[in-house]
């Protein structure tokens, strides 16, 4: 659904420990910890974080800011029609600490050592800042690496089916000279879900009547009556109902078909052919304050209320326009009222326009006699 290009941010930098507390004597390795805060994505609204894990398979749901000392798995969700070729998904913080254990065996930890976060990972890309952490001298709280989150799928090179995913892991590496308790899955994992997204919400879909010079939108009219029967309306003789949609996504929208339902009491105009009463228009841009004059393509489709097979490129509007008028000599209807103009998209189906509908919307104009 929407492609926005980024600038790739992997920038790797070494600090020091400032001031770690003092190792006591231990006959016990100290453990290395760590958590994940401040989790941020750069769409909320199509970009979903599913949740927060630590051990293996399954894993156990994790509250951001609490410690472990195994593995940590972070679950997101990337709502598009395809990944995009660059961008910044999102970020993380990687509070880490060092606990002092007494007693037990297996030998104290060996200090200063060296501590390193690498990164791996094609798709999805993860790069830490800090990267490394010199002379680690003793249990205490180390700085907070901020992750940053990345996504590099040129064209043609991921794959974009639903529900296809990709990780990326960032290792937390010691020296194993140095004797480290919670190194036996220090692993940070990320994966991004590619979830398309329902073809409704791409769509957004207007319904409305004016006149047939596009000047003047039609939402109330007073209907001229002789006797008992209609003669036409006012100040508007003949109307155009207009049925716009735009697709607000980068992909084109799936096949679908178009209907346009007039109130009983018009027709098309003209109304028979070779007249065109129906016409279609296509426009590049995402068109939502009617600008009649970025819509350059016109197709005209005589008087069918039916446009079968209608796709929308990316970020493009599609037009329906149905010129008609009221059905002069019609018995006069019970005023004041109000006339129903329906706009309907289905799916396709070998009958047009008798598919599941996807969306429905009705245009009213009210109306009194005279």
């Known amino acids: 659904m929407f492609r926005i290009t980024r600038t790739l941010l992997a920038v790797a930098a070494t600090v020091a420990i400032a001031t770690p507390a003092t190792a006591s004597p231990s006959t016990k390795k100290d453990s290395l910890e760590r958590t994940v805060t401040n989790i941020t994505v750069t769409d909320p609204t199509n970009d979903i974080l599913n949740g927060v894990t630590h051990g293996n398979g399954q894993g156990q749901s994790l ?18 029609m395809e990944w995009p070729e660059s961008a910044t998904f999102g970020t993380f913080s990687v509070p880490m600490r ?30 830490a800042i800090p ?13 907070t690496s901020v992750v940053t989150i990345t996504i590099d799928c040129p064209i043609g090179t991921c794959d974009n089916s639903d529900g296809a995913k990709y990780k990326a892991k960032l290792s937390i590496v010691v020296p194993g000279a140095a004797g480290l308790d919670g190194l036996s899955g220090p692993e940070i994992w990320v994966t991004i879900h590619l979830a398309h997204p329902d073809p409704v919400q791409c769509i957004q879909s207007y319904n409305f009547i004016t006149d047939q010079t596009w000047q003047f939108d039609i939402t109330d009219t007073l209907v001229n009556v002789n006797g008992k029967k209609i003669v036409s309306t006012n100040p508007y003789g003949q109307w155009s109902q207009n049925i716009l949609i735009v ?5 084109p929208t799936d096949t679908f078909d178009v209907q346009a339902r007039l109130d009983p009491l018009f027709s098309t105009n003209p109304a028979d052919n070779p007249g065109n009463a129906v016409f279609t228009w296509q426009s590049g841009e995402t068109v939502s304050n009617f600008d009649t004059s970025s819509f350059t393509a ?6 069918s209320l039916c446009i079968g097979g209608v796709s929308i490129p990316g970020h493009s509007s599609f037009l329906m326009t149905v010129h008609n008028g009221i059905n002069r000599g019609a018995p ?3 005023s004041p009222g109000t006339f129903y103009f329906q706009a309907t998209v289905s799916e396709p189906d070998a009958i047009a326009c008798a598919g599941a509908e996807i969306l429905s919307q009705l245009a009213p104009v009210t109306y009194t006699t005279k």
């Open 63 to 80: 509250a951001v800011g609490t410690y472990v000392s195994d593995r940590i798995l972070l679950d997101f969700t990337l709502v598009a």
């Open 98 to 127: 060092i606990t002092y254990q007494a007693g037990g065996s297996g030998g104290p930890t060996t200090y200063p050592f060296d501590m390193a976060l690498q990164a791996g990972g094609n798709q999805v890309q993860v790069a």
């Open 131 to 143: 990267a490394s952490y010199a002379g680690v001298a003793g249990p205490g709280t180390l700085d």
């Open 247 to 251: 697709n607000t996504c980068d992909a």
């Open 298 to 303: 016109k197709t005209k489709n005589g008087v």
């Open 332 to 334: 006069v209807p019970a």
